[in-house]
């Protein structure tokens, strides 16, 4: 068993790390759009959030020898349901020919006002 911390305020206070594997099997936490700095990255931009959240469960996968072509659930949380078809694009995009199983819901709010969308995903490393 591995686990991959960033080593943000916020993992220390709520004691967690940004993904762990347990065997095969790699779990991202719920992952936002922010910079090394804790600041939003993309605010207004749907498109600009999600992939930068990718962009952060991915240098996680790469942590464990995986990357998005092993991932095989995504659970994607929205604070604006009217933005749903920026984010699908860009999902259909970065997960073409993949096809992960993927949950979609909206949420009230997330952690800061700024951030539209908060990732999560499950990997499945072949060994």
Known sequence: MGKYSTGTKWETLASYCRARK???????AGTTS??????VVGVGD????????LDRIEKALQHFG???????RTRVYLTRM???EDYAKEHGR???GIEP??????V????????????????????
């Open 22 to 28: 347990v065997g095969p099997h790699i779990y991202t």
């Open 34 to 39: 922010v910079d090394d700095d804790g600041n």
């Open 46 to 53: 749907m498109a600009a959030q999600f992939n930068k959240c």
């Open 66 to 72: 995986a990357s998005l072509n092993d991932v095989v």
């Open 82 to 84: 009217e933005l749903f």
């Open 94 to 96: 970065r997960f073409k």
């Open 101 to 106: 199983v993927n949950t979609m819901v909206e």
């Open 108 to 127: 009230s709010a997330l952690v800061h006002p700024d951030m539209l969308i908060e990732v999560e995903v499950d990997a499945y490393l072949k060994q």
